[in-house]
């Protein structure tokens, strides 16, 4: 379960609350890095190196997490997306039904493995290590 701690202070005439990561956000928070492999092959989709900046969000247990890849050397926005975080399975997961899709990742200290699937079939399979651990 996610502890998360709020931090309130008087400056005059208001009342500031800033929250404060916890060990679980602290897992899941900044930027990852590694492999995004396509499984239906042929089909327009492509293997990339993938890059992942995931930052808290709005409500408890969720995250934000903006998904780029690497082309010709320079990080080019592919989309943002929100996760729920199951922290007794350790999986953050997303369904988009924009897109037909949903992902899953499987979080294990500076690892994270996921896999997209589109239309009920494996599309791709994820491997991403923290790189920036703190």
Not at 6 to 11: E, Q, V
Not at 16 to 39: E, I, P, R
Not at 54 to 73: D, F
Request: one cysteine or more; hydrophobic letters at 35%; a neutral charge.
């Amino acid at each position: 379960m996610k502890l998360l701690l709020t931090f309130c202070t008087l400056a005059a005439p208001l009342i500031v609350c800033a929250q404060k990561m916890t060990h679980d956000d602290s897992l899941l928070v900044g930027t990852w890095k590694g492999t995004s492999l396509c499984q239906v092959k042929p089909s327009a989709c492509h293997d990339e190196i993938a890059i992942y900046h995931i930052t808290m969000g709005a409500k408890p247990n969720t995250y934000h997490m903006q998904m780029n890849k690497m082309v010709n050397e320079i990080e080019e926005e592919m989309g943002p997306l929100d996760y729920d975080f199951d922290a007794t399975k350790q999986i953050l997961s997303c369904q988009d039904h924009q897109h037909s899709t949903v992902w899953n990742f499987k979080v294990s200290n500076s690892r994270m493995d996921g896999t997209l699937t589109y239309n009920h079939q494996i599309y791709r399979i994820i491997k991403l290590t923290k790189a920036d651990t703190k």
